[in-house]
């Protein structure tokens, strides 16, 4: 399991949120209320927990991360399985192999002393995502997915996804300047093209609990504008699948109903977040979480720019230019490039240069925004 987005970000959001712009002044008591994410795993994937504190909608930094805790999954039968710290407020184990008859709960020792529970709840077990696709609409690539459970077992669904694109830069820098000279970049130097991430940003739920059938069909996503760059040549998403009980389905609604649909008088009131985790050693304690126990399903998919629609190009995200410089001798030490320049090509020709373009890095150098080494699972090339 992945956790793919900050629990404690949209926490703030709900917790600080209004109406109406308002500016309360110098605020003396941060809530500091521990935030807990994670999935309990049974098979053998990983299981990744992690805790973090809110901080104030003001503060600089939007993570506080729960570091040096001591956390454990525990059953009913009192068998009790260590999740080791990593690192980040992330605690994981590798595969806990777990009994699925049975019931888990998991168990949190703060350093500040506090100690913290999660009700005992049933494992639920994922069936597979049968497809992962997308729509093509006048101005945007709808992914979707669907899947169904022949047992009619599960009907409460959650999805996360990891999204990976090849974008390029603006312009192809041919050269480096070795400060003397305008030397040919090797194609290990090649700052064009390069491979970005990006996390799933809100919550995706579905019920098929008032369906005479246990089948999600085209359960949108996210929604891709034919301008993004993800899209201009080559992406990929990585759909997770979770099955959840009737009272995870309703912590994860409420949950989405205040981070995300929030706004307008005539707008979804914040409603409370009740979690099933809980401060043992001082009830009035508050704690924001759902520990869940699942197996997670997976499936990727490839999508290449020459399948969609050609009247889609991609808007870059900054103004870039070029700019000429004739007066330098591309063979003296004259040549070395203010810091925001990067040389792209010759003025006239190799053999007669006449001089240099150049741009800014934001425009000629991918790594500022992405890496070039291509990922591990990249199939399309």
Known sequence: MTVVFGLSSLVALILYGCQKLYNPGPVKNTPNILVVEGVIDPSTDSTIIKLSRTVHVYAKTTVAPELGAV?????????VYPIPEIGGGSYAFPGLQLDITRKYRLRIKTMDGQEYLSDLVPVKVTPPIDSVGYNILRDSLQIYVS???????????????????????????????TGYSLLERSIDQQIYYCYTSDYSPTIVLATSAKLAHDVIYEAPLTLIRGSSEKIEREYSVLVRQYALTSDASTYWTNLKRNSEQLGGIF??????????????????????????????????????NNS??????????????????????????????PPPMLATDYIGSFFDPKGYYATSYECADCTLRGTTQQPSYWILR
């Not at 169904?148 to 603006?170: G, I, K, L, V």
């Not at 000429?324 to 070395?336: G, K, P, Q, R, V």
Request: charged share 20%; hydrophobic share 30%.
């Open 147 to 177: 899947t169904h459970d022949p047992n009619d077992n599960t009907h409460y669904y959650r999805w996360s996804f990891d999204e990976t694109w090849m974008f390029h830069a603006y312009y192809y820098s041919q050269y480096i300047s």
């Open 71 to 79: 956390v454990t999954v525990e059953d009913d039968r009192n068998g």
């Open 308 to 337: 969609l629609p050609e009247r889609w190009q991609p808007v870059y995200p900054y103004s870039c230019s070029l700019k000429a410089d004739t007066t330098a001798d591309i063979y003296s030490d004259l040549i070395e490039l």
């Open 267 to 304: 707008g979804v009131q914040p409603s409370e977040i009740a979690g099933n985790v809980h401060c043992i050693s001082n009830p009035a304690i508050p704690v924001i979480g759902y520990v869940g126990a699942s197996t997670v399903t997976t499936k990727r998919i490839y999508i290449v």
